[in-house]
């Protein structure tokens, strides 16, 4: 069982009768038949656990788990006769639901002062709906309508990371295949989390996004998740590898060759080497060429008897130390000048720090080579320390709180992910110390009643999207 929601998260919800009541004309919501059809009598749930409560006019609305069936309820309470309580019904975390969904609705019956309804289902899972509930209420005498928190149960939701990975769901888009409200690159970091998640909880019930991403999108771009960004396409190749560590389907592997082929092709001699950000050659940068290192030592260490791809991995990693991208502090920089092929001391961001690591974790498997992990050693130790990435000990990007969008929200969890890589390796486990205390106040400070987190993970809590979901799913799965 999971802990009680923060308590921030318990908020009144008032709105106008037009925002809130379903429309006249509006259709009852389809009944749904999980462990059991809805509607049923709240009196057969083995538990009530009460999730979140809100007020209004002296009335009390609270929403109700039955978490053992995965079903729900609403109730009101310190009311009068004619006071209604309904449950609304959300499949995408709460940004949407029916207007006529109203589900149970009731309404205190004479001589009481308190009533509730009926028991209702959660998730929908014969067409994939990860679902979330809150109780309605009003006064009879009022148009005003309180709500509570959108919160769930505990299904697929029994500890801090399967919550977090049920949260991320809530933003899957089944018919397109990728998360809803975050861009195409970060929808590969969304995937490769969730794969994580899999692997390191156990829970395979949303197994089923890895082949619906890929049959839904493998023709889109330039096909095989390439298009005109070489980093976008090497994210995309290492979500491809994850998905294959996983399932063993030999499809993803494939793409994922063509990815690190499709980012090849733009390497050239400009400034010793290296590859392009975009197929216009415009700038080389640290994050498509670690990528491009980390993607092809991936496949080297995946392909028996390969040569080439390690050949461009260690080129790769050749060229990015010769140019300078770890600095003298051991950071790595965001690019280098074109007319001076040298670091161009741009800013400092985590993912950059973090796909090094990864890199340098998969580089040191595939070639034996002690000194990759040192290296990658002394960037994890500058990147967890410094103050330009941590704040009283908590990451930060230095764009946090009010700059980040669209791709820094991304950002934190990647490097978390990497840094959790090489954490594994190390026999000592240096790093364990600092991603736990990641995660604790993350859970603590930046959390809703959903296990939505926002972006700063010291709090408070911004506003829930795919990409501060992805960044914190990465971190719950690397601790």
């Not at 429309?23 to 009598?41: G, L, M, T």
């Not at 980390?294 to 260490?301: E, P, R």
């Not at 969890?413 to 991603?435: E, H, K, M």
Request: overall charge neutral; proline content about 4%.
């Amino acid at each position: 069982m999971r802990s009680t929601p923060l308590a921030a998260a318990l908020l009144v919800t008032v709105a106008s009768p037009a925002e809130a009541q379903p429309s006249p004309s509006a259709q009852p919501a389809a009944v749904i038949c999980n462990k059991f059809c809805e509607p049923r009598d709240p009196a057969l749930a083995p538990r009530d656990r009460e999730a979140v409560s809100a007020t209004l006019f002296g009335r009390r609305f609270a929403l109700h788990f039955n978490d053992a069936d995965a079903m729900g309820w609403a109730s009101v309470g310190t009311g009068s006769p004619g006071d209604e309580v309904w449950l609304d019904r959300s499949f995408d975390g709460g940004r949407t639901w029916s207007s006529g969904s109203r589900l149970g609705v009731t309404a205190i019956p004479a001589g009481a002062t308190g009533w509730r309804t009926q028991m209702f289902n959660v998730d929908d899972w014969a067409n994939r709906g990860v679902g979330a509930l809150r109780a309605c209420g009003k006064a009879s005498d009022r148009p005003d309508i309180a709500c509570t928190a959108w919160a769930r149960t505990t299904w697929n939701a029994h500890d801090r990371r399967t919550a977090a990975a049920t949260a991320l769901m809530q933003f899957y888009d089944n018919a397109t295949g990728r998360f809803a409200t975050t861009g195409w690159w970060n929808t590969a970091n969304g995937l490769t989390a969730l794969v994580d998640n899999i692997r390191v909880s156990g829970m395979g019930s949303y197994r089923y996004a890895i082949a619906e991403t890929y049959d839904r999108n493998v023709n889109a771009h330039l096909g095989h998740f390439r298009n005109d960004y070489l980093d976008d396409t090497g994210w995309w190749g290492l979500a491809w590898v994850a998905a294959h560590d996983l399932t063993g389907d030999p499809r993803y592997l494939a793409t994922a060759r063509i990815a690190a082929d499709h980012m090849h092709a733009y390497w050239d001699g400009v400034c010793g080497g290296g590859v392009w950000w975009r197929t216009t050659r415009t700038a080389k940068n640290a994050i498509s060429n670690s990528l491009y290192v980390q993607l092809n030592a991936a496949l080297h260490n995946r392909i028996a008897g390969d040569a080439t791809y390690l050949g461009r991995a260690r080129a790769g990693w050749a060229w990015f130390t010769g140019v300078g991208l770890v600095n003298g502090s051991n950071l790595v920089n965001d690019g280098i000048s074109t007319s001076t092929c040298r670091n161009n001391g741009d800013q400092v961001w985590s993912y950059n720090q973090g796909v090094v690591i990864a890199a340098l974790v998969e580089l040191n498997r595939a070639t034996g080579d002690a000194a990759l992990l040192t290296r990658a050693r002394q960037v994890a130790d500058a990147s967890s320390t410094t103050g330009i990435l941590n704040s009283s000990g908590i990451l930060r990007e230095p764009c946090e709180p009010a700059n980040c969008e669209p791709d820094g929200p991304s950002f934190k969890g990647i490097y978390a992910r990497s840094l959790g890589v090489l954490n594994r390796v190390l026999p000592d486990r240096p790093y364990t110390t600092y991603l736990r205390r990641q995660a604790d106040t993350a859970y603590a400070a930046n959390r809703n009643a959903l296990d939505a987190y926002g972006l700063r993970w010291a709090g408070p809590f911004d506003r829930a999207d795919a990409a501060r979901q992805q960044s914190a799913l990465d971190l719950l799965n690397a601790v």
